[in-house]
């Protein structure tokens, strides 16, 4: 099989696509021939090697894929193969098969396509764990939610919008705030050209907002965290500001971490709020809150409420340029590359 292997920690050029052999599936797990491959940032932070638990290189990236199931493991329960599925692999669906675990596999709804199944999990499950799992968020709450035209923002925002949230957003084009708006945010503040922390306290009249999902970090938590009001729920759960262009700087990693000063926990009492992290890749153990969440994500999904938006679909042969688009804030929406025809 084709696989794209990164061959050294770094850019989008470090990715290169080589043969390997197809992987056998174990006792309990499913082997998948991949349609679409669904881009995550976790990738990009993965190629550069500082992702918790990245291995050494070579090894083949990728964490989210759809496909079809063509075998399985001696002690596979759920599925029979020959199922159009969506999964999430630790590593390694950046090829043309990947094997995982039988409760990493979801059968495709009939009408969803492979690459709004590639796109369907990582970002509705974000959004789900941080707004309905851990803000417990309520009609009529303020929400902010950052990097809102990427792909876990753009579900974000449907999510919360079929919750009835008020929703506050921030994107860094006029060309992605215009996106935004479209899928149901309020109010949307290109934060390149307006400082969106006195924008979003002008337009909640001085209240601020009750719940922030933060994916960004540095200068931004600093900002957001004196938005949150009373009883504000503060959801951090990537910090892409650690990131540039080109290969990852040091003196800017640790300058995003100095704007993050630690928040001292008596100081949470009088302010009557706090903050949850979270990592999905890390909770993977949840199952059966995970298979519940995706349950209702579905039923969503159905009614018409939620649909994956994607930007835009490379072909596999591009994926080095489909990781770039990603990596330099290009992209809209979720990033997905198609493996085959
Ligand atoms: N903890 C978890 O389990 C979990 C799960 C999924 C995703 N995440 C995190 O959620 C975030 C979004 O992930 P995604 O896959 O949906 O990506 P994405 O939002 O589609 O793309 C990243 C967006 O983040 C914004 N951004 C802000 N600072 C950036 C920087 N320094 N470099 C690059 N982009 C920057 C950009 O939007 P603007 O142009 O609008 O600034 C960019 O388009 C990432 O931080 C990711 O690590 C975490």
Not at 137 to 153: M, N, P, S
Not at 251 to 279: D, E, H, Q, W
Request: with cysteine; proline share 4%.
């Amino acid at each position: 099989m084709r696989a794209a292997f990164v061959s050294k920690y770094g850019g989008p050029e470090v990715l290169e696509i080589r043969d390997a052999p197809i992987p056998a599936p174990r006792q309990n797990e499913v082997l998948v021939r991949v349609r679409a491959i669904g881009l995550n940032f976790a990738d990009v932070v993965g190629r550069f090697g500082v992702y918790p638990g990245t291995p050494k290189p070579p090894f083949i990236l990728g964490l989210e894929f759809s496909g079809d199931v063509v075998a399985v493991g001696s002690e596979v329960k759920t599925l029979k193969g020959r199922e159009r599925v969506m999964g999430c692999s630790r590593l390694g669906s950046h090829a043309e098969y990947v094997t995982v675990n039988e409760n990493l596999a979801t059968a495709l709804p009939a009408s969803m396509t492979y690459e709004e199944g590639a796109s369907f999990l990582v970002t509705y499950l974000s959004a789900y764990h941080g707004i309905v799992r851990l803000a417990n968020i309520r009609k009529g709450e303020k929400l902010l939610v950052h990097a809102a035209a990427g792909g876990v923002g753009t579900a974000t925002v449907q999510l919360a919008k079929h919750l009835g949230a008020e929703i506050f957003a921030t994107a860094g084009t006029d060309e992605k705030v215009t996106l935004v708006k479209q899928h149901g945010a309020h109010y949307v503040i290109n934060y390149r050209t307006t400082d969106f922390a006195s924008e979003v306290r002008r337009l909640s009249n001085g209240h601020g907002v009750d719940v922030v999902m933060d994916s960004v970090g540095g200068e931004t938590f600093r900002k957001s965290w004196k938005l949150l009001a009373q009883m504000g729920r503060y959801i951090l759960f990537g910090i892409s500001a650690v990131t540039g262009k080109g290969a990852l700087n040091p003196m800017r990693v640790a300058a995003t971490y100095s704007l993050m000063k630690p928040i001292f926990p008596p100081s949470l009492l009088g302010a009557n709020k706090g903050i949850f992290g979270f990592n999905l890749g890390t909770l993977s153990s949840k199952e059966s809150y995970f298979k519940e969440a995706v349950r209702d994500l579905l039923k969503l999904y159905d009614a018409g409420s939620l649909k994956p938006f994607i930007g835009k679909v490379f072909p596999f042969d591009q994926i080095v340029e489909a990781h770039r688009v990603l990596q330099t804030r290009q992209s809209v929406g979720k990033v997905v590359v198609v493996v085959g025809d």
